[in-house]
């Protein structure tokens, strides 16, 4: 899994998967969110089109990875986004 940042265009993209070979198609949920699916509805990864804001606004600008199961939590800063 992979997180990427573009301040050009002040997205971002979640990817869960390799897309290599793979054809998807990006399916727009609403004016801040699309979806890459393939045709077997797999998820390929999530793009944020208004990154700068969406990322900011909750866990006051900070990634968290919470484990339900285990009860664990993982905290880092996310840099600052131009």
Same mark, same amino acid.
């Given at each position: 899994?992979?997180?990427?940042?573009?301040? %050009? &265009?002040? @997205?971002?993209?979640? %990817? /869960? &998967?390799?897309? *290599?070979? +793979?054809?998807?198609? *990006? +399916?727009? /949920? !609403?004016?801040?969110?699309?979806?890459?699916?393939?045709?077997?509805? @797999?998820?390929?990864?999530?793009? /944020?089109? !208004? *990154?700068?804001?969406?990322? &900011?606004?909750?866990?006051?600008? %900070?990634?968290?990875? +919470?484990?339900?199961?285990?009860?664990? %939590?993982?905290?880092?800063?996310?840099?600052?986004? @131009?």
């Amino acid at each position: 899994m992979q997180l990427t940042y573009d301040p %050009r &265009r002040k @997205t971002a993209h979640l %990817r /869960l &998967r390799e897309i *290599a070979g +793979v054809q998807v198609e *990006a +399916v727009r /949920l !609403n004016d801040e969110v699309k979806i890459d699916l393939s045709p077997d509805g @797999t998820v390929y990864g999530m793009e /944020l089109l !208004n *990154a700068k804001a969406e990322l &900011r606004a909750c866990d006051h600008g %900070r990634f968290v990875l +919470v484990d339900e199961v285990a009860g664990s %939590r993982i905290e880092a800063p996310l840099p600052e986004l @131009t």
